[in-house]
């Protein structure tokens, strides 16, 4: 299984639009993904309750993994977005 450990970029934590945005780019990804705090159980990345329901605070550590082909690329890019915090999806999402 292939996984990402990336520290939350956004402020405000994974909450309302970051969230949005974060699972927007999970869904685009096209291969199951989950989500976890560093401590916490996984949950679907796709699912905006979900990743709401995390409560990932701004710079706390989350952990994105999935064992589906093509993981290494599309868990890079939402590393990127994670971590960076962006603000828009970026072309390569």
């Known amino acids: 299984m292939a996984e ?5 970029g956004w402020a405000e934590g994974l909450h309302a639009r970051p969230a949005s945005i974060f699972v ?25 309750l979900a990743v709401l329901g995390l409560g990932a605070q701004g ?15 599309a868990l890079d890019r939402l590393a990127k977005l ?7 999806l970026p072309e390569t999402v």
Do not use: C
């Not at 990402?4 to 939350?8: C, E, G, K, P, T």
């Not at 780019?25 to 199951?32: D, E, H, M, S, V």
């Not at 994670?82 to 828009?88: F, P, Q, T």
């Open 59 to 73: 710079g706390e550590e989350v952990v994105l993994a999935s064992d589906a082909d093509g993981a290494d690329a």
């Open 24 to 48: 927007r780019a999970a869904t685009a990804a096209g291969i199951p993904v989950t989500i976890a705090k560093a401590d916490g159980n996984p949950v679907n990345a796709a699912s905006m």
């Open 82 to 88: 994670v971590s960076e915090g962006l603000e828009d």
């Open 4 to 8: 990402r450990r990336v520290n939350v």
